[in-house]
């Protein structure tokens, strides 16, 4: 079973740029589809990456161009790049390994001047 951490979450001013890093354990990380997720106060989870075993991605609308995933299967981690950073961007941040269900603890991104 794959545990996942996340970290790098803060404090940012709009416009500013954050990397998040979910760090893999507990199983061969190569083999997991990984998405990353946000949900701010009062809304539902919503999806805002997602990285493929090959390395292939894929982004909703409201971020792309934004935000780029990314993966080093040698350090079991996967980023999330944040450029350009908007108050609406404002949420805990979550990854998430599609093949087994397994949700990290999330890491606060508070976009603020």
């Known amino acids: 079973q794959v545990q996942l951490v996340e970290s790098g979450g803060g404090l940012v001013q709009p416009g500013g740029s954050l990397r998040l890093s979910c760090v893999a354990s507990?199983?061969?990380?190569?083999?997991?589809?990984i998405g990353w997720y946000r949900q701010a106060p009062g809304k539902e989870r919503e999806w805002v990456a997602l990285?493929?075993?090959?390395?292939?991605?894929n982004y909703p609308e409201s971020v792309k161009g934004r935000f780029t995933i990314s993966r080093d299967n040698v350090k079991n981690t996967v980023y999330l790049q944040m450029n350009s950073l908007k108050p609406e961007d404002t949420a805990v941040y979550y990854c998430?390994?599609?093949?087994?269900?397994?949700w990290g603890q999330g890491t606060q991104v508070t976009v603020s001047s």
């Open positions: 507990g199983d061969i990380f190569s083999r997991h589809i």
């Open positions: 998430k390994s599609l093949q087994t269900g397994t």
């Open positions: 990285i493929t075993q090959s390395g292939s991605t």
